[in-house]
């Protein structure tokens, strides 16, 4: 099995280190990990719009909204939803499409795909319309000891929070878009072009190992004749580099826009990773100049008497917060904001180098450094694939299921799915 810190990331620090690891299994078979939607309004009945409870099995969610697309012959960008969810898992979302017969919907035969429920609303279900997830989540070929190892770990993420780290499933499959997003930043075009194009890894199949060799020994005409059509602009700006082998930006600007967004989004993701690995052991405590979020309301302050904040963050009304990085985000003072600038200057970045992406001006904000963990239920049980310890628990939108598993289970995180999504 995979190990999920064999990705070109940094094993960031954990939390409960006095805590063992659980040794186990996840995604055995999709129905070992469940993921349901907490919508952050219900439908009200009437209106435009059609919502739906979709549940997949074995299918993303960008697959979902094409196979719709198809069967109800709409466009893509028609369709709404929140947020977005793994093939590697029974997942439950709700998706909007205007101007659409509910019957037609409920009576959809899809493969992998069914319809729970069918209402009406006033608006299109966008990205963020969400209040966060449920998940039931099975351990397979788990030690004697492990319920009680459970127990001990999850009471302390419960207390203290769950480090809200960004899951390895942000990274791609690859572990390397925020090294793509990182060039895009420095305005480096060759370094983005090899990293995109070649550097093979154990995670790229045959006929795209090839593709990416040939790039690197500069057999740019060939590497364009194999990539697969699915790596569509790999493939395009290997052609243009054949033709035009110094014309790098003209090469990068094959890339779409909306990858590159991606990329940078990444990026950012690392960095914040990146303070918030300094602030693991403290990620309850309030110090002076932090920025800190009010649970209720999601608004952010400056700690400017740590006397009178600690007791709130202690009972979990405020939350300390990190940097996603930006040409207009407001940086903590104290010791946490000198945390943040070394960061930047570690990566030989500034604010003002996130205003130059062309058409990714990124103005920035801050994450709290934990996550309330709520409903919490763990108990041992037997089904036709054997005996297993079931979690089940429920997370705000924005933060992972990963960040808890790699907490329960540390360096023994492992399984077929190597990179556990539908937790955004």
């Avoid at 826009?257 to 960095?271: D, P, V």
Wanted: proline letters at 5%; aromatic letters at 10%.
């Amino acid at each position: 099995m995979e190990n999920i810190n064999s990705l070109s990331l940094p094993n960031w620090p954990y939390l409960t280190n006095e805590v063992p690891g659980l040794t186990g299994l996840f995604k055995v078979r999709p129905e070992d990990f469940v993921v349901e939607e907490i919508p952050q309004y219900d439908p009200c009945g009437q209106g435009d719009h059609t919502y739906f409870l979709v549940e997949k099995t074995g299918v993303t969610t960008l697959d979902l909204i094409r196979r719709l697309g198809r069967a109800l012959g709409r466009r893509e960008k028609d369709f709404g939803y929140a947020g977005l969810k793994d093939s590697q898992a029974i997942t439950r979302q709700t998706v909007s499409l205007e101007h659409s017969d509910p019957e037609q919907i409920k009576g959809l035969d899809i493969p992998g795909v069914k319809i729970l429920w069918v209402n009406r609303h006033s608006n299109k279900i966008k990205l963020g319309h969400l209040a966060g997830n449920k998940f039931w989540i099975k351990l397979r070929k788990v030690s004697a000891e492990s319920q009680e190892i459970a127990e001990r770990c999850l009471a302390v993420l419960s207390k203290r929070g769950v480090p809200n780290y960004f899951g390895p499933q942000r990274y791609g499959m690859r572990g390397d878009s925020w090294i793509l997003g990182g060039a895009i930043l420095r305005e480096d075009p060759k370094a983005f072009l090899d990293q995109f194009c070649g550097h093979p890894g154990p995670y790229d199949r045959e006929q795209v190992r090839k593709a990416r060799e040939l790039y690197d020994k500069g057999h740019y005409e060939l590497s364009a004749q194999i990539w697969p059509g699915f790596f569509r602009d790999a493939k395009r700006a290997c052609g243009l580099l054949a033709s035009q082998p110094d014309n790098l930006l003209r090469a990068f600007n094959c890339v779409d826009r909306k990858l590159t967004k991606l990329f940078i989004s990444a990026y950012q993701s690392y960095l914040f990773n990146q303070v918030m690995g300094q602030r693991v052991d403290t990620l309850d405590q309030v110090w002076l100049g932090d920025l800190a979020a009010k649970e209720d309301s999601g608004g952010v302050f400056r700690v400017e008497d740590q006397s009178v904040e600690q007791p709130r963050a202690d009972r979990f009304e405020i939350s300390p917060t990190g940097p996603i990085f930006g040409y207009r985000m407001t940086s903590a003072g104290g010791q946490e904001g000198q945390m943040e600038q070394e960061v930047l200057t570690g990566e030989k970045l500034t604010l003002e180098d996130f205003k130059k992406p062309k058409g990714h001006k990124l103005k920035g904000s801050r994450r709290p450094f934990r996550v309330r963990m709520t409903n919490l239920e763990i108990q041992r049980g037997t089904d036709d694939a054997g005996d297993f310890l079931s979690l089940r628990f429920d997370l705000p939108s924005g933060s992972y299921a990963t960040a808890v598993l790699r907490e329960l289970m540390k360096e023994h995180v492992s399984g077929p799915s190597l990179v556990p999504s539908g937790d955004d």
